[in-house]
């Protein structure tokens, strides 16, 4: 009987705590966010953004352009980026400056695939939105690439999201800790009814 005791009490703690949980998963997160205006050159590319992000700090971007436009995110610091793509252009195509080819871009990507951690190609006057949380900590360089020859113009704007705990971890978490808490309740409740 004391140990039905013990694991109901258990159970409920575990419940209350599965609770608590939830309810830290329910605030919303604080934004910040920066405003994105770049005029990218024909055949041309520019890194818009990088960072260090964790479970506890994502990024999201909103941006609309009025051409057609390539949009990565790469796993990779801006100055690790920045370095393979001066060094490449120097061997390869004996000028620095070069590096902001989107030739050099391309192949950084052949080179690289696995940093590649989202990509997109959008039109003229379309809406695009992504949202990355990661689940470990990961370096993020945010490229924006112009295909075309013509002068490209981008707007929009990227958030930083800062949340109290990771969302997905939490909500697994809950759903254990509340499950076994029900399973060690269930006895005890029932025990503590027949009495």
């Known amino acids: 009987m004391r140990w039905i005791t013990f694991l109901g009490r258990t159970g409920t703690v575990l419940l209350a ?3 608590a949980l ?9 934004t910040y966010s920066t405003p994105i205006h ?7 590319y520019e890194v818009v953004w990088s960072g260090r992000y964790t479970p506890k700090l994502g990024l999201s971007i909103s941006i ?5 436009v390539y949009l990565y995110f790469l796993s990779v610091s801006s100055f690790q980026f920045y370095n393979w793509t001066m060094t490449w252009a120097e061997e390869n195509l004996q000028d620095p400056y070069y590096r902001f080819n989107i030739t050099v871009l391309n192949e950084f990507l052949k080179a690289h695939p696995d940093d590649v951690l989202w990509n997109c190609n959008f039109s003229s006057g379309e809406d695009v939105f992504y949202e990355f949380i990661p689940t470990s900590v990961v370096n993020v360089t945010v490229v924006i690439a112009n295909p075309s ?4 113009e981008v707007e929009g704007e990227i958030r930083e999201i800062v ?4 969302r997905k971890r939490t909500l697994t ?5 509340a499950s076994i808490g029900i399973v060690l ?11």
């Open 149 to 152: 020859s013509n002068l490209v």
């Open 17 to 19: 705590i599965s609770l």
């Open 22 to 30: 939830a309810l830290v998963s329910l605030i919303p997160p604080a």
């Open 185 to 195: 309740v269930v006895p005890w409740a029932i025990s503590m009814r027949r009495k």
């Open 173 to 177: 978490l809950t759903q254990i800790l």
């Open 163 to 166: 949340t109290v705990s990771p």
């Open 38 to 44: 770049r005029f990218v050159d024909g055949g041309m």
């Open 64 to 68: 609309r352009s009025n051409g057609s």
